[in-house]
């Protein structure tokens, strides 16, 4: 696989592979790298932002994204809905002229799907939940793949509040087992709470 130029979006959250996330579009920057994807298909990635002293400011493991909705709000503002397409590494970051990060990455492989096995069941149920007690969120996926420990395990990973080096390191796995692992222990330990 070979090195691309990208675009990126620094975010608070991560969007992974088949997630979905609005996103506010503010300024010319912003806007002039969501036309170029829209009309060229330029490669632009949600990357975290990473506050400690490292050679790179944002996360190393980002996503990229497509444009699945928009539309323009009251202040003249942009709002879009992006979909996550595929886990990349980041080597490189510098900023642009007006002020949009760019960076050289690399594609990894997304996780493989997998059955959502018997033991891991409550996850996908308790997201499920998640979804019907705010709306706003499970509105934006048209179909939920709660037997899919992939899908299941990458949407608690963008919605819980994890220190991002966790996230990170979880992203960074070969499949989604570590993940789903480690959200049943955080699940299981709030019951007991």
């Known amino acids: 696989m070979k090195r691309i130029e990208a675009a990126l979006l620094p975010i608070e959250a991560p969007v992974l592979p088949q ?7 503010v300024t010319p920057g912003q806007l ?13 990635l949600v990357v975290c932002m990473n506050r400690d002293e490292t050679d ?25 809905v992006v979909e996550g397409i595929r886990k990349v590494r980041i080597s490189d970051v510098w900023a642009a002229t007006d002020g ?16 959502l096995a ?3 069941a409550m996850l996908g149920e308790a997201l499920k939940r998640l979804y019907d007690s705010q709306p706003a ?3 934006l996926y048209p179909q939920l793949a709660l037997d899919d420990a992939c899908w299941v395990s990458q ?4 919605v819980l509040p994890l220190i991002e080096k966790d996230k ?4 960074e796995q070969a499949d989604c087992c570590k993940a789903m692992q480690y959200v049943m222990s955080l699940i299981r330990s709030h019951q007991t709470e």
């Open 32 to 44: 002039r790298m969501v036309a170029n994807s829209l009309k060229d298909d330029n490669a632009w």
């Open 168 to 171: 990170q390191m979880l992203m």
């Open 56 to 80: 790179l400011p944002c996360y190393p493991v980002a996503t990229r994204v497509r444009v699945v909705d928009f539309h323009q709000l009251d202040d003249d503002s942009l709002s879009i």
């Open 118 to 120: 018997d033991n891991y």
């Open 155 to 158: 949407r608690w990973l963008e």
């Open 137 to 139: 969120l499970g509105e």
């Open 19 to 25: 997630g979905r996330k609005e996103l506010r579009i």
């Open 100 to 115: 949009v990060w760019m960076g050289k990455v690399l594609p990894l492989p997304n996780w493989p799907p997998r059955p």
